[in-house]
C-alpha cells in the first residue's frame, strides 16, 4: 500500500526526497461496504493526481515515496494515534491523542468526515480496526518515508523533504476562495527548513507566473514538523497546490492545465534537488 520510487539507474542520486500521503486512490472492498458514502464523495479527501505531478522525481535523482491506500482509510500526515473516542464502541488506549484540533474537525489518523463535513462511516468502529490500518498502511508509509530521508542523509549529510498536497479552490460553503493562491508553501513559520528551501521554491514558482502565498492557510502538518530539523541537516517544506490549476474537481479529472503544472514542478524538483549541500548540512 505504499510506493516508493527511486532514481533511475545510472542517475546521479540527489539528497531530495518527495513525500505524497494524500494521493492514493486504492480502496479496499472492506472500506467501502463500512462507508455510507459512495465511492466518488469518499474521494472528495484525495490530493488527486498529486503523485503524478510530481512523477519526474526519480528521473531527477530524487526518492518519490506515495501512499497507495486513501487519505480517507487512514491519513500518514497525523500522529500515529490521532483518535475520535465518538469513532469507537471500546475505550481507547491512554496514549491516544483525542484532543487535538484535528480530531475535533473530524480529522484524525481515521477520519470520521471527508473533506466536505460528511459522515464516512454507517457504524462504530473496533479500535483493533485502527490498530490494524496504523500496521498496514501508516507504519510502512513512515519506515519508508524515514529510510529515504536516511539514504539521502548518509549520502550527502543532509536532507531536503518536499511534502506534497493540493488544496481545493472553493470554500466549504462553495463560494470562491477570494485572493487565494496558486500555491502555498509552509515551513513551520521558519521552523522546519532553512530559508533558502523555500525562498529558492518561491522565487521560481513566482518566476513562472504562480501566486505564492507563505503559512496561510497551511503552515505545515505532522509530516512537515515531525520530519523538519534544520540544525540537524534535515529540512521539511509543504507544498499545497490549487486544484482548479490542474484538474477539473467535480469529475475529478486532469484538465488542460495539467501538463504546464507537471512541467513547473519538475523545475522546482531540479531546483531544490541542486541546492548547496554545504548550505544545508547540520550546523556545528
Do not use: W
Given at each position: ?22 494521493s ?5 472492498p ?19 493526481f ?97 529510510e ?47 530559508a ?5 521554491a518561491?522565487r ?30 534535515r529540512h ?10 490542474y ?8 484538465n ?27 550546523a556545528?
Open positions: 500500500m505504499v510506493a516508493v520510487a527511486g532514481p533511475q539507474p545510472g542517475a546521479a542520486t540527489r539528497p531530495l526526497v518527495l513525500s505524497s500521503p494524500h492514493g486512490a486504492t480502496y479496499p472492506a472500506f467501502l461496504r463500512q462507508s455510507r458514502l459512495d465511492p466518488v464523495s469518499l474521494r472528495r479527501s484525495e490530493d488527486c498529486v503523485d503524478r505531478l510530481f512523477a519526474s522525481a526519480p528521473r531527477r535523482g530524487a526518492t518519490l515515496v506515495r501512499a497507495l491506500f486513501p487519505r480517507a482509510y487512514v491519513d500518514p500526515n497525523r500522529e500515529p494515534y490521532e483518535l475520535d473516542p465518538a469513532m469507537f464502541r471500546d475505550n481507547l488506549p491512554a496514549f491516544a491523542n483525542t484532543r487535538s484540533l484535528r480530531v475535533l474537525g473530524g480529522l484524525g489518523t481515521i477520519a470520521r468526515v471527508v473533506a466536505d463535513g460528511a459522515e464516512i462511516y454507517r457504524e462504530k468502529l473496533a479500535f483493533a480496526e485502527a490498530e490494524a490500518r496504523i500496521a498496514e498502511c501508516y507504519r510502512p508509509y513512515h519506515a519508508a518515508l524515514a529515504a530521508i536516511g539514504s539521502a542523509e548518509r549520502g550527502h549529510g543532509m536532507a531536503i523533504l518536499l511534502d506534497c498536497h493540493s488544496m481545493p479552490s472553493l470554500a466549504n460553503g462553495g463560494e470562491e476562495h477570494k485572493g487565494r493562491p496558486d500555491i502555498v508553501l509552509g515551513d513551520r513559520f521558519g521552523m522546519s527548513c532553512a533558502v528551501v523555500i525562498e529558492t518561491e521560481l514558482l513566482r518566476t513562472r507566473g504562480y501566486r505564492v502565498g507563505r503559512n496561510d492557510p497551511y503552515a505545515g502538518g505532522y509530516i512537515t514538523h515531525h520530519y523538519g530539523r534544520p540544525r540537524r541537516g521539511a517544506l509543504q507544498i499545497e497546490i490549487n486544484r482548479a490549476l484538474m477539473d474537481e467535480t469529475r475529478l479529472e486532469p488542460r492545465g495539467f501538463a504546464q503544472v507537471q512541467a513547473d514542478l519538475d523545475a522546482l524538483i531540479e531546483a531544490l534537488a541542486g541546492l548547496p549541500e554545504t548550505d544545508l548540512k547540520a556545528p
